[in-house]
């Protein structure tokens, strides 16, 4: 048992470093309820993104104790076919000598096939969760985006979701998350957003519905413009435009293309003028 608590409380130290908490004074969770000094329960208060979970805290010992739950905590299920969940925000909570009390916890779902989590659902304090989980978790605790598109960007880090299935409809307001993301993954922002089918059951599936994103291109002389979607063999999928008349300038195509059914892979899409002239080249990937 000594054995164990060393290694909690190396793991835990090795971490703090990076958090913006007084670490001499607040204690992980974890490691005061590994030494007996706490006794904590963690419930759900009824939704699974955001600030609906609770974290109830006894002081046994006859000191003050100071509880951190750290942001990049992930907390476990009771319940195998419940989500874990995904601690975002660092909370602190005081107690007084032999005294209990509770603290809110904002979380997101990390286990996209299970069910959600329902009021009362039961967790234990589980373990940090992996170094760019908490790196994300750090960077949503000093900023703030819509909360599904934050739930989205844990489950593009804990279920391989596509990054483009962060999304919102004002991406202006998101792109430092997906620039985050994209970061912390090592690779670049798609151009595009994917937006994946609602499946009864599950909160998140896998089944890409739709493709959206702006196709900006220019124009140099009057002709036709045609945008050509080709799949990853160079067959002709679809036209989103075909052979509709435009002057010369700049213009910006909004695309919003189906895809539920096509065969996964990388698609082309080509923006030609009068049916030949390459205008523009893009790619995503299903």
């Known amino acids: 048992m000594q054995h164990f608590l060393l290694i909690v409380v190396l793991i835990w130290a090795s971490r703090a470093i990076a958090y913006p908490v007084d670490t001499s004074k607040y204690k992980s969770i974890q490691v005061l309820a590994a030494q007996g000094e ?8 009824g939704g699974y993104s955001g600030k609906h979970f609770r ?30 969940i995904f601690i975002a925000h660092h909370e602190l909570l005081a107690l007084a000598p032999l005294t209990k009390d509770s603290i ?21 304090s589980g373990e940090m ?25 844990v ?16 991406q202006e307001l998101i792109n430092p998350l997906k620039r985050k993301v994209a970061e912390l993954l090592g690779i670049t922002v798609p151009w595009y957003s994917v937006h994946l089918k609602k499946v009864e059951g599950q909160l998140s599936s896998d089944v890409v519905e739709q493709i959206q994103g ?14 050509l979607i080709k799949d990853q063999y160079g067959m002709n999928v679809t036209y989103p435009i075909k052979g509709e008349a435009y002057g010369p300038g700049e213009y910006t195509y909004n695309l919003k293309q189906n895809v539920e059914g096509w065969q996964q892979g990388q698609y082309t899409i080509w923006v030609l003028h009068d049916y030949q002239y390459p205008l523009k080249k893009l790619s995503f990937k299903i």
């Open 214 to 227: 702006e196709i900006a291109f220019y124009l140099p002389s009057n002709g036709v413009v045609s945008i």
């Open 104 to 124: 809110d916890l904002t979380g997101y779902c990390c286990q996209a096939s299970n069910r959600a989590p329902y009021a009362s659902s039961t967790f234990t």
């Open 38 to 45: 706490v006794e904590a329960s963690l419930k759900g208060l």
């Open 55 to 84: 974290a109830s805290v006894e002081n046994k010992t006859t000191d003050s104790v100071f509880v951190w739950v750290e942001a990049g905590r992930r907390i476990f299920s009771d319940d195998s076919t419940i989500q874990d």
């Open 155 to 170: 489950w593009v880090l804990s279920d391989q979701k596509p990054l483009g299935s962060i999304h919102h409809d004002n």
């Open 129 to 153: 969760a992996p170094k760019i989980w908490v790196q994300l978790a750090e960077f949503l605790h000093i900023n703030e985006f819509p909360t599904q598109a934050v739930q989205s960007a």
